[in-house]
């Protein structure tokens, strides 16, 4: 095990903030995972589990054991007729896995490709994209208790998954390690284009035959052609989530601004575009010094260089402010504020 000491952040989080870690250490197994959380125990350290850095704001340094996940291993676990088990470890890269499926012709994350981050942070907040969620390839996931010290096995109902949502994300925050994701992945593919710009796009491809493949490459264009880099420009995504709102107000906020981009759910409610909320406030591409409303996505913040953690953070509420005050719906926060 080996254990270092305030050590920089910067280069492991997509905003590149430079806070430093107090005690941090690289885990690429479960044996020295469990090491290093009876190290924390033993010296009552409270920990932090980081994989990417793709989903999370960090504020100040942290003052805690930041464990960072790098366990390995991609295994064909089961098959039956329909479908593929694909049990894969935490710290393999999410994009590099939806390649490898792509590769085997194991179907159901191809609308998912170029999500950046890991595999163990993937249930977190159920990750999303282009009509597909986690949720609907998730078979079951290990996990390691801090506290009890034990392994845990969670199926999909027991993670509670809900939109950028699981028990992770909120009743279970940092108490678990996510050491494995097991996916089910179809033999026979399930096309979904249905969703934004895909098929458009696969159309611009001038594509001859339909495939898991064509799909990523057409969900990887559009997701280049908008959303900011974080290798050039700092960003974790989506700021905030799009808000959901009774149909009734959706209704009589569209008499008094019809061009509000709105869907309606299934259970009624209507799922608000909140990068048009915050384009029609007037913030898209808004920056004050280093902190940013992205000019193509307003949904993302973005750090152009400097900017602190408190700064982007004050950004996001005086945007959620603005929203408010325009047309009283509140912004929840997608992104870890540490
Ligand atoms: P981190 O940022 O390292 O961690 C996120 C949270 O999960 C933290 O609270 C951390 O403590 C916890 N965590 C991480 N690993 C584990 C583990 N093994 N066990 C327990 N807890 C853990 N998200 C979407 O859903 N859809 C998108 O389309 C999307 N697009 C994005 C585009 C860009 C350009 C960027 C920068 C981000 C985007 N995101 C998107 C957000 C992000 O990619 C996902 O949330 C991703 O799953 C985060 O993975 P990570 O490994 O970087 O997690
Ligand atoms: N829009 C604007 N102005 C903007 C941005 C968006 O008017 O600046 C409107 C447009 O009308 C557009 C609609 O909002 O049609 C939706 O925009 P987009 O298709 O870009 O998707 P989004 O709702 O902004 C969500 C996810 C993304 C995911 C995409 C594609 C959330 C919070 N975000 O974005 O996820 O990649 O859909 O499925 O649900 C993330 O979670 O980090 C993330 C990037």
Same mark, same amino acid.
């Given at each position: 095990m080996q254990i270092e000491q305030n050590i920089s952040l910067r280069k492991l989080n997509t905003f590149g903030m430079d806070v430093s870690a107090r005690f941090f250490s690289v885990v690429d197994s479960v044996e020295s995972m469990t090491e290093v959380v009876k190290y924390c125990t033993e010296h009552n350290l409270a920990s932090f589990i980081l994989g990417g850095g793709s989903n999370i704001l960090f504020t100040k340094n942290v003052d805690a054991f930041v464990i960072k996940n790098n366990i390995k291993g991609i295994e064909k676990v089961h098959e039956d007729e329909e479908h593929y088990y694909i049990k894969v470890g935490a710290g393999e890269n999410w994009h590099q896995f939806v390649m490898h499926c792509i590769n085997n012709q194991y179907a159901g994350v191809e609308n998912l490709a170029l999500i950046p981050g890991n595999v163990g942070a993937s249930p977190m907040q159920n990750i999303g994209a282009y009509g597909v969620e986690i949720k609907d390839v998730f078979?079951?996931?290990?996990?390691?208790?801090?506290?009890?010290?034990?392994?845990?096995?969670?199926?999909?109902?027991?993670?509670?998954?809900?939109?950028?949502e699981s028990v992770f994300k909120n009743k279970y925050r940092n108490q678990f390690i996510i050491t494995s994701v097991t996916y089910r992945l179809k033999k026979k593919p399930d096309f979904n284009i249905s969703y934004g710009a895909i098929e458009q796009e696969l159309n611009i491809m001038g594509l001859k035959e339909l495939s898991i493949a064509a799909i990523a490459n057409a &969900? #990887?264009?559009?997701?280049? !052609?908008?959303?900011?880099? %974080?290798? &050039? #420009?700092?960003?974790?995504? !989506?700021?905030?989530?799009? %808000?959901?709102?009774?149909?009734?107000?959706? !209704?009589?906020?569209?008499?008094e601004f019809p061009g509000m981009v709105?869907?309606?759910?299934?259970?009624?409610?209507?799922?608000?575009?909140?990068?048009w909320l915050i384009e029609q406030c007037g913030l898209k591409g808004y920056r004050s010094r280093d902190a940013g409303c992205h000019e193509k996505q307003a949904l993302v913040l973005v750090n152009y260089g400097n900017a602190t953690g408190e700064e982007i953070y004050t950004l996001s509420e005086d945007i959620m402010n603005s929203v408010k005050i325009k047309y009283g719906i509140h912004l929840e926060r997608e992104v870890n504020v540490i």
């Open positions: 078979h079951s996931l290990e996990a390691y208790h801090l506290k009890d010290r034990q392994p845990v096995v969670f199926s999909g109902g027991e993670c509670s998954f809900g939109y950028r &969900v #990887i264009n559009i997701r280049r !052609s908008k959303l900011p880099d %974080p290798a &050039v #420009i700092g960003n974790a995504g !989506s700021f905030f989530k799009n %808000p959901e709102i009774p149909v009734e107000q959706f !209704s009589q906020l569209k008499k709105g869907y309606e759910l299934e259970n009624g409610n209507v799922k608000v575009a909140a990068g």
